[in-house]
């Protein structure tokens, strides 16, 4: 029975995620630390950027969560351990899929990625902090969704 709490700890934790890194981009990427995001949107020659830091802030409370956790034995391992797989999902889809920093899963028929990475472009698509959409990481729109199924369809007829 543990394994089944502490396993729903970790998924609940993972989809918490989703919603505060929506918040902290939304608010304060796009807000009070926007000339720390800003190279993010303009993007400069070199491989690493200043936004590049924002994932030692994610970090923390995850450390947090796994050190408290093993100190004291409790759900906090579960917590940490939720907050480092959506901080490993979103640095595969962001810095991977999406921008291509590793030349790896460049070509995808899969619906749900590609309206993931339509969203990201849409939110690229604003290079100054207001005005942006699609916050969000893993979680794909609706309508984008249903894009990218009839591309999809359209495609598969065309075949």
């Known amino acids: 029975m ?13 989809i918490a995620m989703e919603g505060v890194a929506w918040f902290a981009h939304k608010y304060i990427m796009h807000g009070f630390m926007w000339w720390f995001h800003e190279d993010h949107h303009v993007h400069e020659p070199g ?16 450390i947090y969560c796994f050190i408290t956790g093993t100190l004291n ?22 810095d991977i899929f999406i921008h291509q920093r590793f030349k790896w899963l460049r070509k995808t028929d899969n619906v749900y ?15 100054g902090p207001e005005n942006g959409e699609c916050f969000g ?4 729109p609706r309508k984008l969704l249903k894009e990218a199924r009839a591309q999809r369809t359209s495609k598969n007829r065309a075949q």
């Open 2 to 14: 543990s394994f089944l709490i502490n396993a729903g700890i970790v998924l609940a934790t993972f």
């Open 47 to 62: 491989f690493f950027e200043k936004n590049d830091a924002f994932f030692l802030i994610f970090a923390v409370p995850s």
């Open 73 to 94: 034995g409790d759900f906090r391992i579960w917590i940490g351990l939720g907050i480092l797989l959506y901080g490993i999902c979103y640095s595969i889809v962001h």
């Open 113 to 127: 990625l590609r309206a993931i990475r339509k969203a990201h472009l849409l939110h690229h698509k604003h290079l």
């Open 137 to 140: 990481m893993l979680w794909a």
